[in-house]
């Protein structure tokens, strides 16, 4: 009678993760409801409805999230944003 011996291969997975950032947007006294939509369109691609809702968030919450996504992709949308006047900042 043979005994089969049965090895178990322990393999380590190395996952590269694709973390994503947020473009936080913040309330403030000074921009007008049509030009923080008009912004939102231009610099996030957000739809008019989109950019509404978000800055109604904005005005009513404090803050929203407009775009998630990777590091290089927002960096150039939050640029856009505050070089608008607008308070916006990228969170991890």
């Known amino acids: ?13 190395v996952t590269k993760e694709n973390k994503n ?3 936080v947007l913040f309330n403030d006294e000074h ?3 049509d030009h923080v ?3 939102l369109i ?3 691609d957000h739809t008019p ?3 509404e809702q978000c800055s109604l968030l904005v005005h009513y919450k404090g803050k929203c999230t407009v775009k998630t996504g990777p590091y290089n992709d927002l960096k150039p949308r939050c640029s856009k944003l505050l070089e608008a006047g607008l308070s916006a900042e990228i969170t991890d």
């Open 1 to 13: 009678m043979s005994t089969k011996e049965e090895v178990l291969e322990e393999r380590k997975t």
């Open 21 to 23: 950032h947020e473009i």
């Open 31 to 33: 921009n007008t409801f």
């Open 49 to 51: 409805e989109q950019a």
């Open 37 to 39: 939509i008009e912004t």
């Open 42 to 44: 231009y610099a996030c």
